[in-house]
């Protein structure tokens, strides 16, 4: 199911040198604040049939946040038979690309994550595992706020549980998630992606690229059933 990406990706260029100096700050001001953002309504009509299928289904929740083509989505329901895999992705047009996967057990919603995240945590879902692969690094250190760990919605993230990983082709992305991670009082291990078949379009064009690849994991003690 994979399909080859034209074009070389260029490495990611920042005025950054190093973890942005008002990370600390930011991340503790958002995680001592509760933020509030209305729920779109197209993200509220894509939910109806996720909601539904939680409740039918019983299994864990697995989610893949920002998940593009969704061919992430339907390999990481073949590797998690046992689970239910929700990809979520903002843009119709990628979502159109999607080839379908042998999986019986995964649904695409085309909504913004941050409002699936917020329309679990009302309903008290939990994950099971959580991906982020490969999300908009916003390399411009005026951007820090619009990254998923300076994000106000950092804190959905946090509650929602489970084990996470975050990938990308920018290192320093990746630390700064681990750090923030750290700094909510999660301890998770930043190492190179290994050398196995892509899970998602981008992985495979950084990689044809000669990008090295990074991912972020937080293994939870206790990871949640999602139920």
């Known amino acids: 199911m994979n399909r080859q990406l034209t074009g070389v990706?260029?490495?990611?260029?920042?005025?950054?040198?190093?973890?942005?100096?008002?990370?600390?700050?930011?991340?503790?001001?958002?995680?001592?604040?509760?933020?509030?953002?209305?729920?779109?309504?197209?993200?509220?009509?894509?939910?109806i049939p996720l909601a539904e299928r939680i409740a039918a289904d019983g299994r864990p929740l697995i989610?893949?946040?920002?998940?593009?083509?969704?061919?992430?989505?339907?390999?990481?329901?073949?590797?998690?038979?046992?689970?239910?895999?929700v990809g979520v992705d903002q843009s119709a047009?990628?979502?159109?690309?999607?080839?379908?996967?042998?999986?019986?057990?995964?649904?695409?919603?085309?909504?913004q994550a941050e409002d699936i995240w917020q329309l679990l945590l009302r309903?008290?879902?939990?994950?099971?595992?959580?991906?982020?692969?490969?999300?908009?690094?916003?390399?411009?250190?005026?951007?820090?706020?619009?990254?998923?760990?300076?994000?106000?919605?950092f804190g959905w993230l946090l509650r929602l549980g489970g084990s996470i990983e975050v990938r990308s082709n920018w290192q320093l992305y990746v630390e700064e998630f681990g750090l923030a991670m750290h700094l909510a009082g999660h301890r998770g291990v930043v190492s190179r992606v290994p050398d196995e078949p892509a899970?998602?379009?981008?992985?495979?064009?950084?990689?044809?690229?000669?990008?090295?690849l990074w991912r972020y994991q937080y293994r939870a003690a206790v990871t949640s059933r999602g139920l």
């Open 9 to 47: 990706s260029r490495p990611i260029i920042s005025n950054q040198q190093g973890v942005h100096p008002q990370l600390a700050r930011v991340v503790s001001r958002h995680l001592g604040s509760s933020f509030r953002r209305p729920v779109a309504r197209h993200s509220e009509v894509a939910y």
């Open 63 to 85: 989610l893949d946040s920002f998940c593009g083509t969704g061919q992430s989505t339907a390999l990481l329901a073949e590797r998690h038979p046992d689970c239910l895999v």
């Open 93 to 111: 047009h990628r979502l159109h690309k999607h080839v379908e996967g042998p999986a019986e057990n995964y649904l695409l919603l085309r909504a």
């Open 123 to 153: 309903d008290e879902r939990q994950l099971y595992q959580h991906y982020l692969l490969y999300p908009n690094p916003w390399p411009k250190g005026k951007h820090l706020q619009r990254r998923v760990h300076g994000h106000g919605s």
């Open 199 to 212: 899970l998602t379009l981008f992985e495979e064009k950084y990689r044809q690229s000669g990008h090295s």
